[in-house]
Protein backbone atom coordinates (compact mmCIF):
# COMPACT_ATOMS: atom_id res chain seq x y z
CA UNK A 1 0.00 0.00 0.00
CA UNK A 2 1.10 3.51 -0.90
CA UNK A 3 2.73 5.77 1.95
CA UNK A 4 1.00 8.75 -0.11
CA UNK A 5 -1.95 10.01 2.12
CA UNK A 6 -2.50 13.25 0.19
CA UNK A 7 -1.21 14.91 -2.63
CA UNK A 8 -1.56 18.78 -2.60
CA UNK A 9 -1.02 20.81 -6.29
CA UNK A 10 1.02 24.20 -5.78
CA UNK A 11 -1.71 27.09 -6.44
CA UNK A 12 -0.79 30.46 -7.46
CA UNK A 13 -1.47 33.60 -4.96
CA UNK A 14 -1.07 37.07 -5.39
CA UNK A 15 1.03 38.92 -2.74
CA UNK A 16 0.80 42.02 -3.82
CA UNK A 17 3.53 42.67 -6.30
CA UNK A 18 5.00 39.33 -6.60
CA UNK A 19 3.20 36.21 -7.70
CA UNK A 20 3.68 32.96 -5.83
CA UNK A 21 2.90 29.20 -6.08
CA UNK A 22 0.85 28.48 -2.23
CA UNK A 23 1.81 24.86 -1.24
CA UNK A 24 0.52 25.01 2.45
CA UNK A 25 -2.00 25.60 3.86
CA UNK A 26 -4.33 23.48 1.74
CA UNK A 27 -8.03 22.67 2.85
CA UNK A 28 -7.78 19.24 3.49
CA UNK A 29 -3.97 19.47 5.67
CA UNK A 30 -3.33 22.95 7.26
CA UNK A 31 -0.28 21.98 8.77
CA UNK A 32 2.23 19.31 8.93
CA UNK A 33 4.05 19.30 12.19
CA UNK A 34 4.90 22.78 13.30
CA UNK A 35 4.83 23.72 9.33
CA UNK A 36 1.78 26.07 8.64
CA UNK A 37 2.63 27.98 5.75
CA UNK A 38 4.99 27.16 2.37
CA UNK A 39 5.24 29.45 -0.41
CA UNK A 40 7.09 29.04 -3.32
CA UNK A 41 8.98 32.04 -5.09
CA UNK A 42 9.59 31.96 -8.57
CA UNK A 43 11.64 30.97 -10.51
CA UNK A 44 11.06 35.00 -11.47
CA UNK A 45 12.77 36.63 -14.25
CA UNK A 46 12.70 40.47 -12.76
CA UNK A 47 13.78 43.61 -15.41
CA UNK A 48 15.89 46.31 -14.45
CA UNK A 49 12.74 48.37 -13.74
CA UNK A 50 10.76 45.46 -11.42
CA UNK A 51 11.96 44.87 -8.08
CA UNK A 52 10.85 43.05 -4.98
CA UNK A 53 9.03 45.45 -2.70
CA UNK A 54 6.88 43.96 0.35
CA UNK A 55 6.76 46.79 2.84
CA UNK A 56 6.26 46.58 6.37
CA UNK A 57 4.26 44.07 7.69
CA UNK A 58 3.72 42.13 11.06
CA UNK A 59 3.99 38.58 12.09
CA UNK A 60 2.93 37.35 15.95
CA UNK A 61 3.13 33.38 17.26
CA UNK A 62 5.40 31.87 14.38
CA UNK A 63 8.91 31.79 13.31
CA UNK A 64 9.48 32.81 9.40
CA UNK A 65 12.10 30.73 7.38
CA UNK A 66 13.35 31.98 4.12
CA UNK A 67 15.44 30.16 1.92
CA UNK A 68 16.40 31.12 -1.32
CA UNK A 69 17.89 28.95 -4.50
CA UNK A 70 18.72 32.39 -6.72
CA UNK A 71 18.38 35.68 -6.03
CA UNK A 72 18.73 38.14 -3.03
CA UNK A 73 16.19 39.63 -0.60
CA UNK A 74 17.26 42.71 1.43
CA UNK A 75 15.71 41.88 4.92
CA UNK A 76 14.97 44.63 8.01
CA UNK A 77 12.97 44.19 10.99
CA UNK A 78 11.69 46.55 13.96
CA UNK A 79 14.68 44.83 16.15
CA UNK A 80 16.91 47.03 13.88
CA UNK A 81 18.01 43.64 11.86
CA UNK A 82 19.11 44.59 8.22
CA UNK A 83 20.82 41.97 6.23
CA UNK A 84 20.94 40.91 2.46
CA UNK A 85 20.30 36.73 2.22
CA UNK A 86 21.22 35.29 -0.55
CA UNK A 87 21.11 31.54 -1.93
CA UNK A 88 21.99 28.82 0.60
CA UNK A 89 21.41 31.09 3.50
CA UNK A 90 18.61 30.90 6.20
CA UNK A 91 16.71 33.72 7.35
CA UNK A 92 14.99 32.46 10.42
CA UNK A 93 12.59 35.16 12.41
CA UNK A 94 10.64 34.41 15.19
CA UNK A 95 7.89 36.58 15.85
CA UNK A 96 6.73 35.53 19.23
CA UNK A 97 4.36 38.19 20.43
CA UNK A 98 5.35 40.81 17.15
CA UNK A 99 7.70 41.51 14.69
CA UNK A 100 7.38 44.05 11.61
CA UNK A 101 9.27 43.07 8.71
CA UNK A 102 10.13 44.21 5.30
CA UNK A 103 11.53 42.14 1.99
CA UNK A 104 12.96 44.27 -0.91
CA UNK A 105 15.69 44.12 -3.84
CA UNK A 106 18.78 45.02 -2.25
CA UNK A 107 19.57 48.76 -3.66
CA UNK A 108 23.08 47.70 -5.70
CA UNK A 109 20.48 45.15 -8.24
CA UNK A 110 17.55 47.73 -8.77
CA UNK A 111 18.56 49.51 -11.47
CA UNK A 112 19.64 45.29 -13.30
CA UNK A 113 17.97 41.97 -14.35
CA UNK A 114 18.09 39.76 -11.96
CA UNK A 115 16.27 36.50 -10.22
CA UNK A 116 14.24 35.36 -7.80
CA UNK A 117 13.71 32.07 -6.36
CA UNK A 118 12.99 30.30 -3.17
CA UNK A 119 10.84 28.92 -0.40
CA UNK A 120 8.72 31.37 2.54
CA UNK A 121 8.14 29.25 5.27
CA UNK A 122 6.36 29.67 8.66
CA UNK A 123 6.52 27.22 11.74
CA UNK A 124 4.21 27.68 14.65
CA UNK A 125 5.56 28.17 17.71
CA UNK A 126 4.59 25.96 21.20
CA UNK A 127 1.48 27.91 22.97
CA UNK A 128 4.08 28.44 25.66
CA UNK A 129 6.15 31.02 23.14
CA UNK A 130 3.50 32.45 21.28
CA UNK A 131 4.16 35.62 23.92
CA UNK A 132 7.97 35.31 23.94
CA UNK A 133 10.30 37.98 22.22
CA UNK A 134 10.74 38.20 19.18
CA UNK A 135 14.23 37.65 17.81
CA UNK A 136 16.43 37.00 14.47
CA UNK A 137 19.18 34.71 13.43
CA UNK A 138 20.87 34.47 9.85
CA UNK A 139 23.39 31.13 9.46
CA UNK A 140 25.61 31.50 6.41
CA UNK A 141 25.34 28.31 3.90
CA UNK A 142 28.27 27.31 4.70
CA UNK A 143 27.37 26.53 8.77
CA UNK A 144 24.46 24.32 7.58
CA UNK A 145 24.78 20.59 7.92
CA UNK A 146 25.63 18.74 4.69
CA UNK A 147 26.88 15.41 3.45
CA UNK A 148 26.66 12.59 1.01
CA UNK A 149 24.81 9.52 2.24
CA UNK A 150 23.65 6.56 -0.16
CA UNK A 151 24.61 8.23 -3.27
CA UNK A 152 22.56 11.20 -2.75
CA UNK A 153 23.40 14.66 -1.20
CA UNK A 154 21.71 15.97 1.93
CA UNK A 155 21.42 19.23 3.80
CA UNK A 156 19.68 19.62 6.98
CA UNK A 157 18.47 23.44 6.36
CA UNK A 158 16.67 23.07 10.41
CA UNK A 159 15.68 20.98 13.26
CA UNK A 160 17.51 17.71 13.82
CA UNK A 161 16.96 14.45 11.71
CA UNK A 162 19.92 11.66 10.51
CA UNK A 163 21.52 12.20 13.82
CA UNK A 164 22.29 15.52 13.26
CA UNK A 165 21.58 19.02 13.99
CA UNK A 166 20.97 22.39 12.44
CA UNK A 167 22.04 25.35 13.91
CA UNK A 168 18.76 27.06 12.99
CA UNK A 169 17.50 28.02 16.43
CA UNK A 170 13.95 25.82 16.27
CA UNK A 171 11.40 26.04 18.93
CA UNK A 172 10.03 22.60 18.94
CA UNK A 173 10.97 18.96 17.40
CA UNK A 174 11.02 19.52 13.16
CA UNK A 175 12.97 19.16 10.29
CA UNK A 176 13.56 20.48 6.98
CA UNK A 177 15.98 18.37 4.50
CA UNK A 178 17.12 18.95 1.33
CA UNK A 179 17.91 16.10 -1.21
CA UNK A 180 19.65 16.21 -4.29
CA UNK A 181 20.39 13.38 -6.45
CA UNK A 182 22.30 13.28 -9.90
CA UNK A 183 21.22 9.66 -10.43
CA UNK A 184 18.03 7.55 -10.00
CA UNK A 185 18.10 4.89 -7.31
CA UNK A 186 15.81 4.33 -3.95
CA UNK A 187 16.17 5.92 -0.78
CA UNK A 188 14.60 4.92 2.54
CA UNK A 189 14.63 7.03 5.19
CA UNK A 190 11.84 6.69 7.51
CA UNK A 191 14.00 5.81 10.06
CA UNK A 192 15.65 9.32 10.59
CA UNK A 193 12.12 10.88 10.51
CA UNK A 194 9.29 11.19 13.18
CA UNK A 195 5.83 13.10 13.48
CA UNK A 196 3.86 14.19 11.01
CA UNK A 197 6.00 14.13 7.31
CA UNK A 198 5.34 15.85 3.71
CA UNK A 199 7.77 15.72 0.69
CA UNK A 200 7.91 18.81 -1.79
CA UNK A 201 9.82 18.16 -5.39
CA UNK A 202 11.56 21.06 -6.62
CA UNK A 203 12.70 19.86 -9.69
CA UNK A 204 12.90 16.31 -11.49
CA UNK A 205 10.76 13.15 -9.82
CA UNK A 206 10.10 10.50 -7.85
CA UNK A 207 8.40 7.23 -8.19
CA UNK A 208 6.19 6.08 -4.98
CA UNK A 209 4.17 2.63 -5.72
CA UNK A 210 4.68 2.57 -9.58
CA UNK A 211 3.39 6.56 -9.30
CA UNK A 212 5.25 9.21 -10.78
CA UNK A 213 5.12 12.68 -9.24
CA UNK A 214 6.75 15.81 -10.73
CA UNK A 215 7.40 19.21 -9.44
CA UNK A 216 5.24 21.50 -7.96
CA UNK A 217 3.68 18.91 -6.06
CA UNK A 218 3.51 18.11 -2.17
CA UNK A 219 3.34 14.28 -1.11
CA UNK A 220 1.84 13.89 2.63
CA UNK A 221 2.75 10.65 4.33
CA UNK A 222 0.81 8.43 6.01
CA UNK A 223 3.46 7.69 8.27
CA UNK A 224 6.95 9.59 8.36
CA UNK A 225 8.86 5.94 9.37
CA UNK A 226 7.18 4.43 5.75
CA UNK A 227 8.49 7.19 3.88
CA UNK A 228 10.57 5.14 1.11
CA UNK A 229 11.15 6.29 -3.05
CA UNK A 230 12.61 5.80 -6.38
CA UNK A 231 14.18 9.45 -6.99
CA UNK A 232 15.19 9.91 -10.52
CA UNK A 233 18.08 11.35 -11.86
CA UNK A 234 18.75 15.33 -11.17
CA UNK A 235 15.85 15.39 -8.72
CA UNK A 236 15.84 18.01 -5.71
CA UNK A 237 13.25 17.38 -3.22
CA UNK A 238 12.52 19.08 0.56
CA UNK A 239 11.45 17.01 3.44
CA UNK A 240 9.88 18.73 6.18
CA UNK A 241 7.77 17.88 8.83
CA UNK A 242 7.85 17.00 12.87
CA UNK A 243 5.67 16.73 15.83
CA UNK A 244 2.23 18.27 15.81
CA UNK A 245 0.99 20.38 18.37
CA UNK A 246 -1.85 19.37 20.63
CA UNK A 247 -3.97 22.53 20.16
CA UNK A 248 -5.22 24.14 16.92
CA UNK A 249 -3.66 26.78 15.09
CA UNK A 250 -5.51 29.87 13.68
CA UNK A 251 -3.94 32.03 10.64
CA UNK A 252 -5.43 35.58 9.66
CA UNK A 253 -3.16 37.39 7.14
CA UNK A 254 0.73 37.31 8.84
CA UNK A 255 -0.66 36.30 12.35
CA UNK A 256 -0.80 32.43 13.71
CA UNK A 257 -1.96 31.80 17.44
CA UNK A 258 -3.77 29.09 19.69
CA UNK A 259 -5.98 31.91 20.64
CA UNK A 260 -8.56 33.70 18.23
CA UNK A 261 -8.60 36.50 20.87
CA UNK A 262 -4.67 37.31 20.59
CA UNK A 263 -5.49 37.39 16.54
CA UNK A 264 -7.90 40.17 16.78
CA UNK A 265 -6.11 42.00 19.60
CA UNK A 266 -3.19 41.75 16.51
CA UNK A 267 -5.88 43.14 13.72
CA UNK A 268 -6.25 46.19 15.97
CA UNK A 269 -2.83 46.58 16.91
CA UNK A 270 -2.14 47.02 13.32
CA UNK A 271 -4.66 48.89 12.00
CA UNK A 272 -3.59 51.70 14.69
CA UNK A 273 -0.34 51.33 14.21
CA UNK A 274 1.04 50.18 17.76
CA UNK A 275 3.10 47.53 16.52
CA UNK A 276 7.10 48.66 16.85
CA UNK A 277 8.24 49.63 13.82
CA UNK A 278 11.24 49.33 10.97
CA UNK A 279 14.12 51.71 11.36
CA UNK A 280 14.06 54.04 8.16
CA UNK A 281 10.95 52.53 6.42
CA UNK A 282 7.65 54.84 6.22
CA UNK A 283 5.61 52.58 3.92
CA UNK A 284 2.91 49.84 5.73
CA UNK A 285 1.05 47.56 4.05
CA UNK A 286 -3.16 47.48 5.16
CA UNK A 287 -4.98 45.44 7.40
CA UNK A 288 -6.58 43.40 4.40
CA UNK A 289 -10.18 43.41 4.52
CA UNK A 290 -12.26 39.99 6.52
CA UNK A 291 -13.26 38.92 2.84
CA UNK A 292 -9.54 39.11 1.48
CA UNK A 293 -7.91 37.66 4.46
CA UNK A 294 -5.54 34.34 4.77
CA UNK A 295 -7.82 33.20 7.43
CA UNK A 296 -8.08 29.44 8.03
CA UNK A 297 -7.76 27.03 11.00
CA UNK A 298 -5.90 23.91 11.40
Same mark, same amino acid.
Request: aromatic share 12%.
Given at each position: ?30 ? %?? $???? #?????? +? /? &?????? *?? %?? $???? #?????? +? /? &?????? *? ?224
Amino acid at each position: MSNVQLIIEERAANIGNFLVGRLLPFREKRT %VG $PFAF #IDHMGP +T /Y &LKDFQN *LD %VA $PHPH #IGLSTL +T /Y &LFEGSI *LHKDSLGTEIEIQPGAVNWMTAGKGIVHSERTPQYLRTSDKMLHGLQIWVALPKELEEMEPNFTHVAKDDLPQWDQDNVSIKLIAGEAFGKKSPVPVYSPLYFLEIKSKTKQKLKIGDYLYGESALYILEGSIISDGTVFEPKQILIAKDSKLCEFEISENTTVYIFGGEAFPEERFIYWNFVSSSKETIEKAKLDWQNQNFPKVPGETEFVLLPPENNAFKIKK
